[in-house]
């Protein structure tokens, strides 16, 4: 994933609209006007969400007769999740030397994990 891609993908993560509209269409695919209900706001403002999630490619549509039922797309957000998990390691490892410090230090003063 490029670096313009991780950051249209947390761009469009960052609105909560457009989080919403991605829990919907996790359940499954959905119209414009079925994902519009929800809000109180315009089709056109959904539709300007839906643009920037497709621009990211976590959505994508579709044309069906005359419907456009939109539908959630993994692998944007699995680079997302990538690029997380990467960091999630070195923050647990961060934790676990910090972990046998404290249990190092409480070792070495006598105390055990009653005091805590």
Known sequence: MTEAQLDATFAALADPTRRAILA?????DASVNELAEPFAMSQPAISKHLKV???AGLIS??????????H????????????????REIWEGNYRRL??????????SGTGSKDA
């Open 24 to 28: 919907r269409l996790a359940k499954g």
């Open 99 to 108: 972990d046998a410090l404290l249990a190092s230090m409480q070792a070495s």
């Open 72 to 87: 959630i797309e993994g692998e944007a957000m699995a680079g997302a999740v990538s690029w997380l998990e990467r960091y």
């Open 53 to 55: 999630l497709e621009k």
């Open 61 to 70: 549509r579709q044309q069906i007769a005359q419907k456009r039922p939109c």
